[in-house]
């Protein structure tokens, strides 16, 4: 299954001209620096490599401007998790877009607000108060989807593909790939991860919205709101059609 989503259109990034105006070289590094900002958004966590090859930077042209972010909190560096047999040598490092990023590029508005009300829902109705908000709150954005999936067919890994073109253009960054045991949709922006890191109600009822949609049980593997960089949603290969109630297994992978 190719991916239903990604960053296309990008012109490579050229290098300074010599005697360029200094105002003419720091507009083009603002740029470049929010095509990166622009790709962490959508990938997640990315090597130094993997970003130079996307915008057809050199080596360390990419690293002037990692360097730059990291120096200003943009992003954080971290070692590239290995699953399974490694080779010799230290794992790359991945950069990640830190919270304050994630704000500036228009994420998490009225964050304190929405933690606020889903507190005093808590506090006044109890749990099953916040599960049920948190499944009206998601009950448009699968209206929405499931039209815009009317010609996926049955398959579940076609769904899924459609399903991240449907979540892109709600502005989740999403894409859906096939792995070895099944398929894999990654949603790399999440628009209430703070609030869903207090109250994971909101990632519950939104899994249970991709199942639905699916149609089959799914696992998720990872959540923004938990501090992954990316959510990761897991379709488990020639599966079984989803039974009726809650179909939603959370498996941590990070522990």
């Not at 609030?195 to 899994?207: D, G, I």
Request: hydrophobic letters at 40%; proline letters at 4%.
């Amino acid at each position: 299954m190719k991916k239903a989503a990604g960053v296309s259109g990008h012109r490579p990034a050229t290098a300074p001209v010599a005697g360029q105006p200094a105002s003419a070289r720091g507009e083009a590094d603002l740029s470049t620096r929010d095509r990166v900002t622009r790709l962490l958004l959508e990938r997640g966590a990315t090597t130094a490599a993997q970003l130079g090859s996307a915008l057809g930077l050199s080596p360390a042209a990419i690293r002037r401007h990692l360097d730059a972010m990291l120096a200003d909190g943009d992003v954080v560096a971290r070692e590239q998790t290995v699953r399974g047999h490694r080779g010799r040598g230290r794992p790359a490092k991945v950069f990640v877009l830190t919270d304050a990023a994630r704000v500036r590029c228009g994420t998490h508005h009225y964050d304190n607000m929405a933690t606020a009300a889903l507190r005093w829902i808590a506090r006044n109705g109890g749990s099953e108060a916040v599960e049920a908000f948190a499944a009206e709150q998601v009950s448009a954005l699968e209206a929405r989807c499931r039209a815009a999936m009317e010609d996926a067919g049955d398959d579940p890994l076609a769904r899924a593909e459609a399903l991240a073109g449907a979540l892109t253009a709600e502005g989740y960054a999403a894409n859906a790939s096939t792995i070895a045991s099944g398929g894999q949709l990654c949603q790399h922006h999440c628009p209430v991860a703070h609030v869903a890191a207090e109250f994971p109600q909101l990632c519950e009822a939104e899994t249970e919205v991709i199942s639905r949609l699916v149609g089959t049980h799914v696992q998720r593997l990872a959540t923004i709101a938990h501090g992954d960089g990316v959510c990761t949603t897991h379709i488990p290969a020639q599966p079984g059609r989803a039974q009726s109630g809650k179909t939603v297994t959370t498996v941590r992978t990070d522990r």
